[in-house]
């Protein structure tokens, strides 16, 4: 018994991680720079792969107008999936509510109180992990980014 809780409370962490959004006005923010960061980090790209290839200004139009047809489609595909992304985003929704539904039904007021917060505080533990992680990753990109100044 207590093995069947102990994995359902892991699964409700690990789904209840998931469902965490950020308000809507810091996702318009993050997406608007995310945008600039990738359009910068393209023509970074494009700028050093036609030095390294020394390619004419003709490829160079033909390269970027393939990356914007490809970027067309992807972004089309994205669109066209969107409503099963949503459909199975309500239904791990659901499931989230059943279980908890369910563990209130079979633990004590105090346990419930104190599982409750066990998935917040490991939940807090995942998102400062994955803080960590990310920023180690920008440091490790930096570290490993040819540098544009050296000739």
Do not use: C
Not at 32 to 54: D, V
């Amino acid at each position: 018994m207590k093995k069947l809780v102990l994995a359902a409370a892991f699964i409700g962490m690990g789904s209840f991680a998931m469902a965490q959004q950020l308000p809507p006005q810091d996702r318009k923010v993050n997406r608007e720079e995310m945008k600039q960061k990738m359009q910068e980090k393209q023509q970074e790209r494009m700028a050093e792969m036609q030095k390294e290839l020394n390619l004419s200004q003709s490829q160079m139009a033909q390269i970027k107008a393939m990356h914007e047809r490809r970027q067309s489609e992807m972004k089309q595909n994205f669109e066209k999936n969107k409503e099963q992304r949503q459909a199975k985003m309500q239904e791990m929704k659901a499931k989230r509510q059943e279980m908890d539904n369910d563990m209130k039904k079979i633990l004590s007021p105090e346990q419930y109180d104190k599982w409750q917060a066990g998935k917040k505080a490991k939940m807090e533990q995942r998102k400062a992990m994955m803080k960590d992680k990310r920023a180690k990753g920008e440091r490790k990109m930096m570290k490993t980014a040819p540098s544009s100044q050296v000739n």
